[in-house]
């Protein structure tokens, strides 16, 4: 069994019980990432500006993780409100260029606080064997 390993950054303050990410193996699991400040203050904005923001907190994480959006595999989507779609689409295809990670995408279920959130899955190189073996 691979250890865990939990992935914190300064953007990840908040009194709620959860990592920013995890790390086990070659895989990360990124928590919902959403358009916060240092601090993890909400920073209400237009759907593009708070998207942009959230992108560049996963981008943060996925570093500290040793991984790119280059190594994402999965993303889950969350977004307000379904005129946000086309704007949405338009910025994803940005952050993931073909070919895309698989994908889902819910709608309507963050409840006003906040216009997007995403959580991914990323495959990233094996740790480094500790043991002095080689492959």
Known sequence: MSKRQDIQHLGS???LPF?????????VFVS???????AGAI???TFE?????????????LKLAGATLADV??????VDDPAHLSAYNQLYREYFPAPQP???TLLRCLGGGIKFEIDVIAVVAP???NHGTSH
């Open 13 to 15: 303050a908040t009194a």
């Open 19 to 27: 990592s920013p990410a995890v790390r086990v193996g070659n895989l």
């Open 32 to 38: 919902g990432q959403a358009s916060v400040d240092a």
């Open 43 to 45: 920073v209400h904005d």
């Open 49 to 61: 500006n708070e998207m942009r923001r959230t992108m560049l907190n996963l981008i943060a994480v």
């Open 73 to 78: 595999v999965q993303v889950r989507s969350y």
């Open 102 to 104: 698989a994908r889902t």
């Open 127 to 129: 740790p480094p064997d």
